[in-house]
Structure formats: structure tokens, C-alpha cells
């Protein structure tokens, strides 16, 4: 059976931690997009990880970790990772790359800083990893599949062909120094040495593993408001955040994706730039982002404090529907113990009408936020197992957003850690 583990907001949800926790009854984790732009945040009996670019399954000695084709794959960032892992001694994971992922050039991450740069005050707020350079290369046909690595007499001619253009941009445009080809070789020459026992064709792979009754899970980074078809373009990331990819990411057929987990984070909190509506701000937020996650809302790659807002169920009713959502899994919900009241988005205003439909872009920007509050439950409730020794007015929240976004909420996140989730049985 094959399973995703996806995000409704803006990312961050805590995936990783869904993910880890489901990797216990699953055979093979696959990453199908994305980069080493986001991290999960992983917590487990070896110790506190953030991983940019391995599944969240590396933990487990009995699962496979793949990097699926549609991932933007940094190599010497992929080689650190597990490097940071195994000294902290985990033992060394199963791991497979597909011959057919497109790697990260060390220009890639140049492009990306050159450009936010020169962007100054209009920046996207990129990671700069090198995301959109990579997948701009992609589809214009100029990248590099890891495949390209094993025929060096053709890989030397068309990094010559594709630095051309490169170096155009970075002598009139940018005045940076030029690529030189020989490098640009030698480096991935150092890739291919890293890389190579690890390289197969993954699709064929998953195809057998369906067949055998494998228990496969699809994980997902960024959630459905950075996708850049249905997310909040441009401010969005560079591949597809949507289950749906999760298929062309991996190579696998679509109907074979039988449940959509959802995570959805029971407030709001963003990274980078673009409209927020439920965006909160001074002390109320401060207090938010300190509390908030395991250790405060700051990001896994950056170390940068996340924007806070409440909980917004005309984003997040979206963010489940575009998904194909089957399961909703509700997480950090511990963290909004302390406050007396809380409010939730319910709606927004758009040039004096009140809509549950989340608008495009440029309708999004002129949204209010329409908030209900909602009583707190003042209490902690982390080492809760059973939805029924929930404090009422937590069961009323969860209940409330349920009945708000339309998805079912089968599981609830109160610590994160493995054990800390309460199964609902709907
Ligand atoms: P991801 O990219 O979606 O995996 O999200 P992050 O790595 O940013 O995860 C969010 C943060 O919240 C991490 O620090 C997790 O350890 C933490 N976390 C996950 N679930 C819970 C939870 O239910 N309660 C608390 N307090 N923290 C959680």
C-alpha cells in the first residue's frame, strides 16, 4: 500500500514527525520533491535531527530511503546528512538514488544568492539552495540527471555547451566570477564517487515493491500554499508540493496512492514572503514563536524566526481539498495550552464580502481575516493517549476545525515526539 504524508499550510506542519512515526509499519520512504531548502525536525531516542534531504524513515533499521527522481538533489549536502546521522550512531540507513534525480550544481546555489541579491527588497526570501535555479534548469532542459554522470566524455561536452549561457549572465548581469568547465567537472566527477553505490533505477524498484505488498510512504516538504500551480504564486517554492506529484516524483502509478495524510498544524506559521491572513504580530506572536513547535518556531535550514498567525480554516479547508486529503493528522496542539482564548480565521474579507474559498493571489492579498474565539483549555496535555481525556474545550477546537474544513482529523499530535499521538477512530 502505498501512503503520502503531505502538508495543507505554508510547510512546517511537522511532517517529519508523521512521517517517522508511520515509517515504523512502512518498508520504503520515498522523498518525491523539493530540496535540501526545507528540513524536517525529527526528535527520537538517538538525539534531535533536522534533515533537509533523507526521508524521515532513516531511523528505523528496517525501512529503505529513497530520493525519488523529482527531488532537486544536493550531493555533498545528502553525504553530511548522513554523515551527521551515523555519528550520532545511527546505524547506517538503506538508501537509494534515482538514476534519474537531477543534481544541484554548485552554481545553482550561486544563481540563487546572485539573484535575491539583486532582487534586494523584492526577494522571494529563498533558502538560497539553489531550488530554483535547479528546477528553472530542469525544465529548460539544461540540467544534469545523475545517469549523466556515468558517460564523462558526454557530460564534459555539455557542461561546456551549458556554461555558455551561464557565463553570460554572470559577467553582464550579475559581474561575478565566471564557471570554468574543468571544475565544474572535477566537482562532479566528486559526486559520482559519492553517489555511485546508491544509484538504481528506483521507479522499476517501486514497481516490484507494489507488487510484493511493499508498505510504501510518499513524504512530502513544504505543504499545499507553496505549490507552485495551486499554492500563493509566486511566492511559492519550485516543485510541486501535492500527493498528486508524489507519483511522478517516485515513478509510480497514481491510483497506487491510497491515503493522503494531511498535517496540519493546529496555528499558523509561515516562512519567506507573500500574504499571511491570519498573520499575527509584537508580544501575541513573540509569545507564539517561543512556545511554538519543540523549542520555538524557527527554521530548520536558516535558524530565521517563522511569521506567526492563528489557525485559518479558509487556507487550510484549501490546502486538505487540493491534497485529495483522506486523513487529517492535527499536530503541536500542546502548544496552545497557555492562552485563555484563541482565536481561529473563519473566514475572509475581500472587498467587503465574506468568503470559506480560498482567492488567487491578487484577491488573497486584500483578504481579512474574519477570526472566532474559541475558550482555551489551559491545561497540558502532552502524554494524553486517548481522545476522550482530552480537556473538553481542546475536543470542541478539534472538533470545531474538523467541522470547519471538512476533512476528517484522525490523528492528533500532543509532543514531538513518536509516542506522543492520539489515534481517533472514525
Ligand atoms: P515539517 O517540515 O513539516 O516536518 O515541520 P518541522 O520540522 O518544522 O516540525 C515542526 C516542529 O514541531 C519540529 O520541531 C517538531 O519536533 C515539532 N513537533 C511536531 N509535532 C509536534 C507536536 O505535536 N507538539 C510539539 N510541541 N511539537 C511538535
Known sequence: MVQAVVGANWGDEGKGKITDMLAENADIIVRFQGGANAGHTIVNNYGKFALHTLPSGVFYDHTTSIIGNGVALNIPVLFKEIKSITDK????????????????????????????????????????SGIAPFYSDKYAKVGFQVSELFDEAALREKIERVIVQKNILLEH?????????????????????????YVCDVSAFLWDAIKEGKNILLEGQLGSLKDPDHGIYPMVTSSSTLAAYGAIGAGIPPYEIKKIVTVVKAYSSAVGAGAFVSEIFGDEADELRRRGGDGGEFGATTGRPRRMGWFDCVATKYGC??????????????VLGYLDEIPVCVGYEIDGEVTTDFPTTTKLEKAKPVLKTLPGWKEDIRGIKEYDKLPENCRKYIEFIEEQIGFPITMVSNGPKREDIIIRNK
Open 89 to 128: 550512531n545511527v546505524p547506517m540507513p538503506k538508501i537509494l538514488v534515482s538514476d534519474r534525480a537531477q543534481m544541484v550544481m554548485p552554481y545553482h546555489i550561486l544563481f540563487d544568492q546572485y539573484e535575491e541579491e539583486r532582487l534586494a527588497g523584492k526577494s522571494f526570501g529563498s533558502t538560497k
Open 173 to 197: 548581469l550579475y559581474h561575478k566570477p565566471l564557471i570554468d568547465a574543468d571544475e565544474t567537472f572535477n566537482t562532479l566527477m566528486e559526486y559520482k564517487k559519492m553517489v555511485e553505490p
Open 321 to 334: 481539498r487540493i491534497q485529495g486529503t483522506t486523513d487529517v493528522a492535527f499536530t503541536v496542539l500542546d
